[in-house]
């Protein structure tokens, strides 16, 4: 069943070796609050994996656990409302990317600013695929 507005475990870059690889190759680009890291491969391989995402809060920013997941929740919840346009493009031209999106402020930002910051980056991503 495909839910289109799902984060499903197929979504989440784990691999250590995909994420190294993000990290040496990918590019970068930085909208406050989020600093995002991404690679464009140019082909697709299953439509439910076009795009793979890793989030990180800095332990460095917010030293108490329970912040660093709110924050981190937060973040994942408004690229999963507003990611379908980005994967729908990715899966037109039959792209993959992976997407490393690290919350870079020093205090909590409210949701809504936050989702509107999400809106930008998945906008600025979308530009960057065609």
Same mark, same amino acid.
Not at 66 to 93: A, D, G
């Given at each position: 069943?495909?839910?289109? $507005? &799902?984060?499903?475990?197929?979504?989440?870059?784990?691999?250590?070796?995909? +994420?190294?690889?993000? $990290?040496?190759?990918?590019?970068? $680009? $930085?909208?406050?609050?989020?600093?995002?890291?991404?690679?464009?491969?140019?082909?697709?391989?299953?439509? =439910?994996?076009?795009?793979?995402? !890793?989030? &990180? !809060?800095? /332990?460095?920013?917010?030293?108490?656990?329970?912040?660093?997941? *709110?924050?981190?929740?937060?973040? /994942?919840?408004?690229?999963?409302?507003? /990611? !379908?346009?980005?994967?729908?493009?990715? #899966?037109?031209?039959?792209? &993959?990317?992976?997407?490393? +999106? *690290?919350?870079?402020?020093? =205090?909590?930002?409210?949701?809504?600013?936050?989702? =509107?910051?999400?809106?930008?980056?998945?906008? +600025?991503?979308? =530009? /960057? #695929?065609?």
């Amino acid at each position: 069943m495909n839910k289109p $507005f &799902s984060l499903s475990k197929n979504e989440r870059l784990k691999s250590k070796k995909n +994420i190294d690889t993000l $990290f040496l190759n990918g590019k970068a $680009f $930085f909208v406050f609050p989020y600093s995002v890291k991404y690679l464009i491969f140019d082909e697709l391989i299953n439509q =439910e994996e076009a795009l793979k995402l !890793v989030a &990180s !809060v800095p /332990k460095r920013k917010f030293k108490r656990a329970n912040k660093r997941n *709110t924050i981190r929740r937060r973040l /994942k919840e408004s690229y999963r409302i507003n /990611k !379908v346009e980005l994967k729908q493009l990715l #899966i037109n031209k039959i792209k &993959s990317m992976h997407l490393l +999106i *690290t919350y870079n402020a020093s =205090e909590e930002l409210p949701y809504q600013e936050m989702n =509107e910051k999400m809106k930008k980056v998945l906008q +600025i991503l979308g =530009e /960057k #695929i065609i």
